[in-house]
């Protein structure tokens, strides 16, 4: 009987164990909060713990940055066996303002130390979330991830200050 106990203690152990998201015990937020583009849109909550669940591998997301190995033959000639980085957030890799002049001169006096084609923070974002939802169906324009603020609104011509098509001009240029 005391046999078949461990036994079955350890075939739930095994089970639970491929099963349990890896996030589970961990201090991950369940939701991030991204106000990258907070003068035209609306910040975007991104459902963290959604994904996480959906996905299973953090890899998908965050490269080699918690561990896993590089997958891209450009990225294997440094980061060969991968290495866990000090932080996974996508801000502390990639640049909010790529262009600016201190982001780019770094990168020309040290170019073996920066990625010179890595994207910045906001084409990381775009790049792995537009990628996967197109796999799985998940909104793909602007302002299906993203609310326009009163001042997005006045930039694009849309809503309250979009054209007045009754006051439209009634001939050709």
């Given amino acids: 009987m005391y046999t078949i106990t461990i036994t ?6 095994t089970i639970m164990a491929g099963i349990t998201p890896p996030a589970w015990g961990e201090d991950l937020p369940d939701r991030i909060r991204i106000e990258l583009l907070q003068d035209l849109y609306s910040p975007v909550t991104f459902e963290h713990a959604r994904h996480i669940v959906r996905e299973k591998d953090c890899a998908v997301c965050h490269h080699h940055t918690n561990g896993a190995p590089a997958a891209s033959e450009r990225c294997i000639r440094c980061h060969r066996g991968g290495h866990e980085g000090k932080s996974m ?3 502390d890799c ?9 982001v780019v001169n770094q990168k020309f006096k040290n170019g073996q130390q920066f990625h010179q084609d890595k994207p910045g923070l906001k084409a990381s974002y775009h790049l792995s979330c ?3 939802h197109k796999k799985q169906g998940g909104p793909q324009s602007c302002t299906g991830c993203h609310g326009l603020t009163d001042k997005g609104e006045a930039f694009y011509r849309s809503g309250k200050h979009a054209p007045d098509p009754g006051k439209a001009a009634k001939h050709g240029h």
Avoid: D, N, T
Wanted: glycine content about 10%.
């Fill in 8 to 13: 079955l203690c350890g075939l739930m152990l």
């Fill in 89 to 91: 957030a996508c801000r």
């Fill in 94 to 102: 990639h640049e909010k303002e790529p262009f600016s002049s201190a």
């Fill in 130 to 132: 537009i990628g996967c």
